[in-house]
């Protein structure tokens, strides 16, 4: 299984992550947790640049590259071989994150981002995707003062980007809409729910 969490930064992403990683362990399942941009060594050099260098002006097509660029080599070295071993990978953002930032969010064509998405991917798709739904007012609070690119990009940038997500959700095969306002044990009871009973019973 190729399962990703999706939503807002501060909407609950890592939290549920580790929740999910947790209840597999306990279900002696060793699952491989990756996250985006980054999770390789050229994809930790793009991160860097994408999330802590706000001094670096670009273009938005260039920012989807090099997004795109960092998902390529994850799916390709990490993701891709994990699979084929028979182990589940759980990442934090995937492709769904280009078309709610880069599409709706920037305003590039969603054709283009999907058609990069998919050349980056190699038209791996996740089975199922949990998008973590909170006000952009709520994501922001919990992200506290922390600050990157994306988030001095203003508060009309993530109301874009969470419409974006809402829309895209109900669409994608495997998509799940959670109420990230709900308590942290609440939604990792749900997320748990959805995930249960895809685990092997042990034999
Ligand atoms: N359901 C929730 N209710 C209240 N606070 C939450 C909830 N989920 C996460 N948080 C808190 O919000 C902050 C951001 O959560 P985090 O999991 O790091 O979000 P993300 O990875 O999506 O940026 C953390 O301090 C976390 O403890
Ligand atoms: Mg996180």
């Known amino acids: 299984m190729f399962i990703a969490l999706e939503g807002l930064d501060g909407c609950g992403k890592s939290t549920q992550l580790r929740a999910l990683a947790q209840r597999l362990q306990q279900s002696k399942m060793d699952p491989v947790i990756v996250q985006e ?8 050099e793009i991160r860097h640049i994408l999330l802590h260098r706000e001094e670096l002006k670009m273009a938005p097509l ?7 660029a960092s998902r390529s080599e994850l799916t390709e070295t990490v993701i891709r071989p994990a699979l084929a071993s028979g182990r589940w990978v759980l990442t934090d953002r995937y492709s769904l994150s280009s078309v709610a930032y880069q599409g709706y969010g920037r305003g590039l064509d969603l054709r283009l981002v999907r058609e990069l998405n998919r050349i980056a991917t190699g038209g791996l798709d996740p089975q199922m995707t949990f998008l973590i739904d909170v006000p952009v007012e709520v994501a922001l609070q919990r992200k506290g003062r922390a600050r990157d690119r994306l988030e001095g990009s203003g508060v009309e940038f993530y109301e874009r980007v969470r419409r974006g997500y809402l829309t895209e959700i109900s669409r994608i095969s495997g998509g799940v809409l959670l109420d990230g306002q709900k308590e942290i ?8 729910g959805y995930i249960r009973p895809l685990v092997a019973a042990p034999s």
Do not use: I, K, Q
């Open 37 to 44: 941009p980054g999770g390789t060594p050229v994809g930790e």
């Open 62 to 68: 260039t920012e989807l590259l090099l997004y795109e």
């Open 185 to 192: 044990a609440a939604l990792s009871e749900e997320v748990w």
